[in-house]
């Protein structure tokens, strides 16, 4: 038997936290699939989550992990390790603060990680007045910023699958 394709469904964006002091985590059967932001660290960051779904059951997350320290500013891209995905996100600060990802494994209905295959890295946009959010189908697992709120910003997606039968 073939196993099913995995799809996800975007929620709604959440409510916006203060992005110089903000701590957004996904609940647990969620990952980042979108994120914009309006302003300087004063303004208000948003994300979008989407549950995660194989054969009409939705999927848990698990093993959340916070990254160490990212300093943005100069322009570092972050990628979730292999096989996970990003479930959140904190900043601390201005442009020269700190950022911690927050990344986890999706479980299919058998507790078994999926795979996580990334695509490539989206077109840059200004932070200031930004707005993405992944393909269909598609989840987070990266991001660049550049410079402060009139630098750039963009996003990695990833599109996850079945883990392959054991032999």
Known sequence: MASAEISVEPGDWSAGERESDSDFRAPGTEALVGRKHQGDEAGRTYYKTGRVKQDGVYLQTANVVASDPVAEYDGTRYVAPAGRVLVGRSH????????????????????????????????????????????????????????????????????????????
């Open 92 to 167: 601390s600060g201005d442009e020269n603060g700190t950022t911690r990802y927050y990344h986890a494994q999706v479980l299919d209905k058998s507790g078994k990680p999926l795979t996580v295959v990334h695509g490539t890295w989206s077109d840059s946009q200004k932070e200031s007045d930004s707005s993405f959010v992944a393909p269909a189908n598609q989840v987070l697992v990266g991001r660049r910023h550049i410079g402060d709120e009139n630098g750039t910003t963009e996003y990695l997606t990833a599109t996850l699958y079945p883990s392959a039968p054991a032999t």
